[in-house]
């Protein structure tokens, strides 16, 4: 088992497949882009089911795959294939803007992979093209629709904006009222690749809430895993459900059980952190084993205790990107 110095165990990994994304989300990254890895420095599709038979090895139970999209990679299925059939390992998810997804949908669902996350920041074309700087949004309203309706277990991740997106709070919240789905309202965080800096942000969960309970003064907070990001609510007469992830007020590093690994190898343990080693040269070295184990237990063994305690340490970590980080 990894425990980490805070006593916190450690049993859910974040895997970033790729930096890149066919979306220029503007609260990611610039519209030209960011400098992405070059295809040598990424992990290949052999090193990254190695890297994941190592660390459940040690204790991880839960795979996330993540990016950059996860789907620009052509490999992708074959690491899912792995994942799949690997022991110890109890639930694999995926994080994915839905672009791309269509063709991977049934070998998903006969694969027993039911967890997956849609990034969806407008519920209106325009808006979605605004903010995505990519005319994508037929595309991924199909999609969502498909893998709902197919029985896959959907969570929405829209994250809301100032001046750009919160108009579609309450519409998008319909999608819960008609689909077993649930609707999570994030906190931007400064993770942009220097597009723009911010120490405060006007839509915190707070406003977030207190603007969902005018229109549903009636929804109440339903039990949630300890170590769930998200407070979860549910509206009565509604099918799904809804939910709000403090991820800039950072409320819940107190129960953190997450380990990041970006697509070039760096281990992340707190969003707000600097990586605490990479791995990649190591992959490619002798008892690459022994040694990744051992970089892993140093990495959890120093964690910060929040985001703010990682915040103060790093103060310029606030240059990076989700997609290079590994949303
Ligand atoms: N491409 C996939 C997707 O769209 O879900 C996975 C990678 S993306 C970087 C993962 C998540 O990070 C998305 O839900 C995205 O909205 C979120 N994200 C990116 N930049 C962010 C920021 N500055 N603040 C908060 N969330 C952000």
Not at 112 to 130: C, H, M, P, Q, Y
Not at 151 to 168: P, Y
Not at 276 to 297: C, G, P, T, W, Y
């Amino acid at each position: 088992m990894l425990i980490d110095n805070h006593n916190r165990t450690i049993n859910y990994l974040r895997l970033a497949v790729t930096d890149r994304c066919n979306l220029r989300c503007n609260y990611c990254m610039p519209a030209e882009g960011i400098n992405f890895a070059k295809n040598d420095k990424l992990l290949t599709i052999e090193e990254l089911k190695t890297l994941s038979g190592i660390l459940v090895g040690q204790g991880i139970d839960k795979i996330r795959i993540t990016g950059g999209e996860p789907f620009v990679r052509k490999d992708l299925m074959e690491l899912l294939r792995y994942l799949a059939k690997l022991d110890g390992l109890k639930d694999i998810s995926a994080t994915t803007n839905a672009t791309l997804i269509g063709p991977y949908i049934d070998e998903l669902k006969s694969l027993g992979i039911k967890n997956i996350n849609v990034s969806l920041d407008a519920i209106n074309k325009a808006t979605f093209e605004r903010i995505t700087r990519r005319d994508q949004y037929d595309t991924v309203h199909n999609n969502l629709i498909r893998l709902i309706s197919e029985g896959f277990n959907v969570r929405i991740n829209f994250i809301a904006l100032d001046g750009q997106n919160t108009q579609d709070i309450l519409p998008i919240l319909e999608l819960a009222k008609h689909y077993p789905v649930s609707v999570r309202f994030l906190e931007e965080m400064p993770f942009n690749g220097g597009s723009k800096t911010f120490q405060k942000i006007a839509w915190d969960y707070k406003k977030i809430l207190e603007h969902i309970r005018e229109a549903h003064p009636d929804f109440y907070k339903l039990e949630s895993p300890s170590t769930s990001t998200s407070i979860n609510y549910k509206i009565p007469g509604h099918m799904g459900t809804f939910g709000v992830i403090p991820s800039f007020s950072r409320t819940f590093c107190g129960t953190c059980n997450r380990l990041r690994v970006s697509a070039t190898g760096d281990v992340i343990t707190c969003l707000y952190a600097k990586p605490s080693a990479n791995l990649r040269d190591i992959m490619r070295s002798e008892n690459a084993k022994s040694k990744v184990e051992e970089q892993i237990l140093i990495a959890v063994g120093s964690r910060a205790k929040t985001g703010f305690e990682a915040q103060e340490k790093y103060r310029d970590v606030f240059s990076n990107s989700m997609t290079s980080i590994g949303g």
